[in-house]
């Protein structure tokens, strides 16, 4: 009877609902209303503007060409895990309960057709050892602070930091804390990577929840092909040596933006690092270039506009 | 345990279940309810101090001046564009109109750095260093001044909503703030428009990292149905800092 007695108090207990914890299942599409063309066509290719790179990290990203992925071993590469908060992918988000009291044990964020799925182990489970495989998922467990989820992840491969070749390493540590605000979800991506970086560097995504997306929860197989007739067996990377990347003053003849800045650096990231800029630079005439471009549910650029969705970047051209 | 002391002590359960969200409405013992604590006794979390803004996200949109007729990310309405396409700086500068991109809507995307405190018990204050603006955050029962003119900073209505708390755990929660009763200003400071209509709702969280840094995201909404087409949705972050050592308080500029 004593133990029935316990039995009762200990459900007493639990019938609060448990502490603060949100439901954040269901699919979630992108509002891509901040870095549109960065997540959508993809950077200028040696545009680092706003990453606290090192020199390594910068000369490893200039030494990157795109045509480097049309390597067929190359080609079904994923991206980071942190491309989760940098590409423009909806997500779905599920729960893994135990089936002997419902309990939540992993929260998963959704695969996209270049990202594994990431798994939020909530079972207080340890990281693994330093030394353990790292995989394109990494290893991640997960705490409610309150209604955001606080999840953190170590142990994923060397992938891409942005799309134009900027390297994130093996060594990186991924902080995201996951907060709905009604039917919004707002991702806080914090990575840290000794590495390549010099700081932290924090992004920021939200998305809104929509029962019609139905996003597939894993990603359709990559089969791949050798595409380019000079890329067949002759066992070379595409790249450029140092000091030969042809880009680099892209930003500034475009943009007018000066390659210091292009170039990235955390200085570079602060509001005083405008003095620096405000002398030298002076804005185009007109926009030319991925002028007006969103990603939202009515598309992926602005209805009933006329504008520059695409663009060579030859100033006045419009 | 008797069956029937199992019974009654089910029973005073059920009832301290039911009770206990009562509690701190109804006093103890028939003595007066206790009066709810100010909004800032209240916090469940500390925003106050100086904060940085960490540019990553649309640096050349933000850092610089962009392009006029670049609208980029923004959903904006083909009326939108029209008034976008007639951004004239030296205009608005003649016109005293030199502040419209650091109105609230926009201001928080402005790179600069903010100081946090409490104005009074119900009124967060938050100064930008760039353009030198200030908003109030008015929690309770604020009413705006009657027949007052839209300012810059509109008028924005604040509440802490709550997460745990109970039973001496501690407690976490986030700020949501409404703001309206703008003057017309810009998104952008290339002329991108918001109207007097616009509704402005912010999310502020609290985030600590385990190596001491504290971020604030502001998830913000900006409705506008005469510029924009849905909903435009934002997040910028500050850093906190250790001291108010780099605050700049530059005035507002029309061009850059």
């Known amino acids: 009877m004593k133990k029935m007695a316990f039995v009762l108090l200990a459900a007493t207990a639990i019938s609060v609902p448990a502490y603060a ?20 066509p993809g950077p200028e290719v040696v545009d680092y503007l706003g990453l606290p790179l090192n020199a390594e990290g910068r000369a490893r990203a200039l030494r990157y060409s795109t045509s480097a992925l ?14 989760v908060v940098l590409g423009p992918q909806g997500l779905r988000l599920w729960a893994d309960t135990d089936p002997t009291n419902g309990q939540v044990v992993a929260w998963n964020i959704s695969a996209a057709i270049d990202r594994a799925v990431i798994k939020i182990w909530m079972d ?30 170590t142990h994923f491969k060397e992938g891409y930091l942005r799309r134009n070749g900027v390297p ?17 979800l707002t991702i806080t991506g914090i990575l840290e990577d000794p590495v390549y970086l010099t700081r932290s560097f924090i992004v920021n995504r939200t998305w809104e929840l929509d029962p019609t997306a139905n996003i597939n929860p894993l990603t359709n197989p990559c089969v791949p092909e050798a595409e380019l007739a000079d890329l067949k067996g002759e066992g070379g990377v595409p790249h450029y040596l140092p000091g030969e990347n042809p880009f680099v003053n892209e930003m500034t003849r475009m943009y007018h933006i000066p390659v210091e800045a292009v170039l990235g650096g955390a200085e570079t ?32 650029t602005a209805p009933n506009l006329q504008c520059v969705t695409g663009g060579t970047g030859q100033i006045n051209e419009r | ?54 540019v990553t996200e649309d640096w050349r949109w933000r850092m610089v001046t962009p392009a006029k007729g670049d609208y980029q990310s923004v959903p904006i309405t083909a009326e939108g564009k029209r008034v976008a396409d007639m951004w004239d700086p030296a205009k608005d ?3 005293g109109e030199q502040c419209r991109s650091y109105g609230a809507a926009g201001i928080m995307r402005v790179p600069g750095r903010l100081r946090i405190s409490w104005q009074d018990d119900s009124t967060l204050k938050v100064e930008t260093d760039a353009g030198m603006q200030t908003r109030l955050l008015h929690f309770g029962s604020w009413k705006p001044a009657k027949d007052a003119k839209p300012t810059w900073q509109g008028d924005s209505v604040a509440e802490w909503e709550m997460a745990g708390g109970r039973g001496g755990a501690a407690k976490f929660g986030n700020l949501k703030v409404v703001t309206t009763h703008m003057r017309p200003g810009y ?27 504290q971020w604030i995201v502001v998830t913000t909404y900006v409705d506008d149905p005469k510029y924009l087409q849905q909903t435009y949705i934002t997040s910028p972050n500050f850093q906190k800092e250790s001291d108010g050592s780099k605050w700049d308080p530059t005035p507002c500029s029309a061009k850059w």
Request: net charge neutral; proline share 8%.
């Open chain 1, 21 to 40: 914890q949100v439901d954040l299942g269901g699919s979630w599409v992108s509002r891509q209303h901040e870095d549109w063309e960065e997540r959508g």
């Open chain 2, 187 to 213: 998104l952008r400071k290339n002329g991108v428009p918001y109207s007097a209509d616009a509704v402005l709702t912010e999310y502020w969280d609290l985030y600590k990292e385990p190596n001491g840094d």
């Open chain 1, 124 to 153: 207080g489970r340890p990281h693994p050892s330093e030394n353990a495989l790292h995989t394109f998922g990494g290893f991640t467990t997960g705490v409610w602070e309150g209604n955001t989820l606080t999840a953190r992840m």
């Open chain 2, 93 to 95: 500068e003649a016109a």
């Open chain 1, 168 to 184: 994130s390493s093996d060594k990186a540590t991924f902080t995201m804390h996951i907060s709905r605000h009604a039917n919004t």
């Open chain 2, 1 to 54: 345990m008797t069956t029937r002391s199992l019974a009654a002590l089910a029973a005073v359960a059920a009832v301290a279940i039911g009770a206990g969200q009562h509690l701190s409405a109804q006093g103890r013992a028939g003595q007066p309810p206790a009066p709810p604590p100010t909004a800032k006794a209240a916090a469940p979390i500390d925003l106050t101090g100086s904060w940085v803004s960490i």
């Open chain 1, 70 to 83: 049309s390597l067929p071993e190359r080609q079904c590469l994923y991206y980071a895990p942190h491309y």
């Open chain 1, 269 to 300: 990231m602060y509001p005083e690092y405008r003095k620096k800029l405000k002398d030298q630079y002076v804005p185009p005439t007109v926009c030319t270039r991925y002028c007006c471009g969103w990603g939202g549910a009515a598309g992926a």
